[in-house]
């Protein structure tokens, strides 16, 4: 827990994210570090994290190697500007790249076009 104090979380909002996810307290400061750092790569700054972090502290205890799939896939289907969607909706980070993928194929075949596709990602998926 360390790190988020380091990063700028008062005890209170630690506490309140521990609340609403109780085994944030058996991720490693290393594993947090890294979820950060995924974050940081996407263009995410420090408020867009801490957004992240406070309304979905689920996030704090996905796996690393699970995140960055997610975001590979997010980049492959043309999605830009991440740091946006992420701080829009967090709840996509607690996604499977593979459901993701299975969510698209869905919707496109019923006929969405790729257009639609990032239209239906960036303001109506809700996971």
Known sequence: MDVLIRFGF???EIKNMMDANDEIDTVSDKDIYDLIEILEK???ENHH???IFICNPFYLTRNVNDV???IKKLYE???SSLYMLLDSNPYLLNMKDDELE???QEKQK???SK???LDFINYTIIY
Request: with cysteine.
């Open 49 to 51: 994290i801490k957004n």
């Open 68 to 70: 960055n799939n997610l």
């Open 10 to 12: 008062t005890i209170d």
């Open 115 to 117: 257009e639609e596709l």
């Open 42 to 44: 996407v263009g995410c």
């Open 77 to 79: 289907i043309g999605l």
């Open 102 to 104: 299975r969510i698209l």
């Open 110 to 112: 019923e006929g969405l």
